[in-house]
């Protein structure tokens, strides 16, 4: 491409300050303290856009250095939106002056797997399909490299003294 823009770093544009372009992210926190003495009730609701990112080639040059090229508009493609939902139930137990609480959190409850962050670079990579015998290739651009961590219940306690 003729147009393409060349960068001085082999780093990805997924990563660094260009990761932090969200237009739009939102944000719900609450607490209630039910009618029950001292049973708490809390939640999280969190969801942004994901990283804009560019798709890029690495090419080597003449002194054993690789150079990144972009190879459309910086920014150009952005991943999909990210959102979970968590929840916490806790209780306090006193005991004169000293107390226990138990809590349980229940993080990722809608069990999203939404990637944020994704491969910019446009290599493939070469395999042999296991079913076939034939060889194949996999793209990498897009593909994820880190994805949001399933479901997950956390039993806690703390004993103040």
Same mark, same amino acid.
Do not use: E, I
């Given at each position: 491409a003729s147009d393409a823009q060349v &960068?001085?770093? @082999?780093r990805c544009s997924g990563c !660094? *300050? *260009?990761? *932090? $372009?969200r237009p739009n992210q939102f944000k719900l926190t609450g607490m209630y303290l039910l009618p029950f003495p001292d049973v708490i009730v809390s939640g999280n609701f969190r969801s942004q856009p994901g990283p804009a990112l560019t798709r890029q080639i690495s %090419?080597? /040059?003449a002194f054993g250095a690789n150079q990144t090229i972009n190879l459309e508009p910086i920014g150009s493609t952005r991943i !999909? &939106? /990210? &959102?979970?939902? $968590?929840?916490r139930v806790g209780k306090l137990f006193k005991f004169g002056n000293r107390s226990v609480e138990a809590s349980v959190d229940f993080d990722n409850v809608t069990? #999203?797997?939404t990637a944020f962050n994704v491969r910019s670079l446009t &290599? *493939?990579? #070469?395999?042999t399909d296991p079913t076939t015998g034939t060889r194949a290739t996999l793209q990498q651009f /897009? @593909?994820? @490299?880190q994805i949001i961590g399933p %479901?997950?219940?956390?039993?806690? !306690? #703390?004993f103040n003294f």
């Open positions: &960068t001085g770093s @082999s !660094g *300050a *260009a990761n *932090a $372009d %090419r080597a /040059l !999909g &939106t /990210l &959102t979970t939902v $968590d929840f069990n #999203a797997n &290599t *493939a990579t #070469a395999f /897009l @593909s994820p @490299s %479901r997950t219940v956390v039993f806690r !306690g #703390a």
